[in-house]
């Protein structure tokens, strides 16, 4: 089964860290859906994706059950959902992880440290130059 990760699960050393391997990734693309940073963080907003935009750029992981249950457990925050997403130039059903109502708010700036795991992941999947610059641009908040 696939899972859409658009956020700081992109990060190859994020993803070994929690699966214990990199899993087979390809580049996916989640359309009407936007990325937002209202989930509540320690230090800012914290990765998201709603309904709304024009779409949102990602990976999808090959996973397992127990690769979710695990991802259940460690973000009690987000709750689980089936999406399609494009990939391959054709649309498949995926998991997306969504920040829970309760914790989330409007108007957050982006915790930096998300955007940067969110830049690299992005850059180590190689997805489209111009999704890249939009993500270097959120990074100008903070010279």
Not at 19 to 35: M, Q, S, T, V, W
Not at 106 to 111: A, I, N, T, Y
Request: proline share 5%; charged share 35%.
């Amino acid at each position: 089964m696939w899972l859409f990760v658009y956020g700081t699960l992109m990060d190859p050393e994020k993803a070994r860290r929690i699966f214990g391997r990199l899993p087979k990734a390809k580049i996916a693309f989640l359309p009407g859906y936007e990325l937002v940073f209202d989930k509540i963080g320690k230090k800012g907003g914290n990765p998201n994706v709603r309904e709304g935009g024009n779409g949102v750029w990602g990976v999808v992981y090959a996973v397992d059950e127990r690769d979710l249950r695990k991802l259940d457990l460690l973000s009690p925050k987000y709750r689980r959902k089936i999406v399609e997403v494009i990939v391959d130039d054709r649309k498949v059903k995926a998991w997306v992880y969504t920040a829970k109502e309760e914790f989330r708010k409007d108007g957050l700036k982006p915790e930096r440290s998300c955007v940067e795991r969110i830049l690299r992941g992005a850059k180590f999947h190689k997805l489209p130059k111009e999704y890249i610059e939009r993500l270097e641009s959120l990074l100008k908040i903070y010279e």
